[in-house]
């Protein structure tokens, strides 16, 4: 059944009706990837794609949220044109068309995000959210501290300064270092590229949380559904905008 847009997207919890007409005019949101701009329009969500910024918009009773663990070797993505593995490859038995939040790089382990709530997957990705994200990295030899000291104040990477972060050394090894790294922001490689910035190849890198969600002991490869702990903390953050 045809229903007005601005009660679909309300209903999926991404906004106010009067919100959503803001959202219609700004042309964010497309049915079937044309972008829609008429108040008024209508779509039925259960046969029409849906999307606010790119991010699908399903209906309340079908929402999916999944915790996965990324083995290193797979790309964040539905497709690959180089018919890489995919995320997507290593969810079964779920039926709905879901999405990876973000992008962890393809050597990269950890703690993923997959949904069809756009609305949760904006709160997550937006930077007004300021919700941190942590790292396990391991690097070539031991950083000096004073390198490490650049790092948390803010280096510049491709022009761009990054914006401080956590560092603190948790295992020495005798050729090696792993560090945890918390970052409040989602640049392109930028882990990699803060180490060598300062001299040091990062060999291995794993999120383990991302905000309220962690990874806790889930193997690799894996996936679990999100408690509902954890799916009302993200959308709390998403409210206190």
Not at 19 to 38: Q, Y
Not at 100 to 121: K, Q
Not at 169 to 177: D, E, M, S
């Amino acid at each position: 059944m045809k229903e007005r847009l601005q009660k679909i997207i309300s209903r999926a919890g991404i906004s106010s009706r009067r919100k959503a007409e803001e959202l219609i005019i700004d042309g964010r949101i497309k049915v079937n990837n044309e972008i829609i701009t008429e108040l008024g329009s209508k779509a039925d969500i259960t046969k029409d794609k849906i999307t606010f910024d790119g991010e699908p918009i399903s209906s309340p009773e079908n929402r999916v949220y999944l915790v996965l663990n990324k083995p290193s070797g797979y790309i964040c993505s539905r497709t690959d044109p180089e018919n890489r593995p995919t995320v997507l490859d290593l969810i079964k038995n779920v039926d709905e068309r879901i999405f990876p939040v973000g992008r962890l790089d393809y050597d990269t382990e950890g703690l993923l995000v997959l949904t069809n709530d756009g609305a949760f997957s904006q709160i997550l990705q937006h930077p007004s959210s300021n919700i941190p994200r942590t790292y396990l990295v391991k690097v070539k030899e031991l950083p000096k501290e004073e390198d490490l000291v650049r790092l948390r104040e803010g280096i510049f990477i491709d022009n761009l300064k990054t914006n401080k972060v956590k560092i603190k050394i948790v295992n020495k090894l005798p050729k090696n270092t792993w560090l945890e790294v918390v970052l409040w922001e989602g640049r392109n490689r930028q882990i990699k590229k803060m180490f060598e910035a300062i001299g040091h190849r990062s060999l291995r890198i794993l999120r383990t949380d991302f905000g309220p969600i962690s990874l806790k002991n889930l193997d690799q490869g894996s996936y679990r559904f999100m408690n509902r702990k954890e799916i009302n903390e993200v959308r709390k953050l998403g409210r206190s905008e």
